[in-house]
């Protein structure tokens, strides 16, 4: 239990399945060879940090499309052959290599309330006519698997949110909401869902190409929506939690 801990840093429950011990059993066990809980691990290296600002009002929304979540997170593309992952900081590392224009992607998310039902793209900006043009497709997305209704949006106060976005709203009849400056964690569903997204899809293994990684997204995104347990679920997918389309 420890050793799949160590390797995949997935929780209790994760393990639970793999192994058939029950989740308390695996908590006591981790507890007792004094691994510290994921919240306060580095989602990239795994390694223990200084545990994040953390909300002590946790709340759901009582229907799909009730509140949905929108964030991007960005991340430095990977230089064809592969960067330092592939090759180690030494050598091939773009951090040493300043001639070097590698650029970056922009993961853009929206996550649902109640369900986290999620859809994410790979794009090449943040601006304004990209979000907006990012948050009608994500509403068909939304659409197609049962989520016909989006009543409100909350993101944080960007430019792009609060100017750009204003059309697709009106024309889908949702209201915008916008979390207080400097306090991310009132998008605390998005923002968990984007580490997620950085443990289990992007630095979750080596990938040789950028293209590789784009690829690799919509496939974990279905295994994120329809198989990956969630735990603030009771152990179930998103699609749990939306009617049969």
């Known amino acids: 239990m420890v050793a799949v801990r160590e390797a995949e840093r997935v929780g209790p429950d994760e393990i639970a399945a793999r192994t058939g011990v029950p989740p308390r059993t695996v908590s006591r066990i981790l507890t007792r060879h004094g ?20 909300t002590a009002v946790r709340y759901e929304r009582d229907r799909p499309g009730e509140l949905v979540h929108m964030d991007v997170k960005k991340l430095g593309r ?40 999620a859809y994410s793209e790979v794009l090449p900006d943040e601006k304004g ?69 950085q443990t289990e899809w992007a630095y979750r293994r080596v990938f040789t190409s950028n293209e590789d ?15 990956r347990r969630h735990s603030a679920l009771g152990g179930q997918p998103p699609i749990s939690r939306l009617q049969p389309t």
């Not at 889908?172 to 580490?195: A, L, M, S, T």
């Not at 990684?213 to 974990?220: F, G, I, K």
């Open 35 to 54: 691994v510290p809980h994921l919240a306060r691990l580095d989602p990239i290296t795994g390694k223990l940090i200084r545990a994040s600002k953390v």
């Open 78 to 117: 990977i230089p064809d052959g592969g960067g330092w992952k592939a090759h180690g900081r030494a050598s091939g590392s773009i951090q040493r290599n300043r001639n070097s224009t590698v650029g970056f992607d922009y993961v853009h998310s929206l996550v649902d309330d109640h369900s986290r039902l």
């Open 129 to 197: 006519p990209t979000c907006a043009a990012f948050l009608q497709r994500a509403i068909g997305y939304f659409a197609e698997h049962g989520i016909d209704r989006i009543e409100r949006l909350i993101t944080d106060n960007a430019w792009a949110y609060r100017f750009s976005l204003r059309e697709v709203c009106a024309d889908h009849g949702i209201q915008q909401k916008f979390i207080r400056p400097h306090c991310p964690w009132q998008n605390g569903k998005v923002e968990r869902f984007n580490r997620t997204l």
């Open 213 to 227: 990684r784009v690829a690799a997204l919509a496939p974990w995104l279905e295994h994120y929506n329809t198989g």
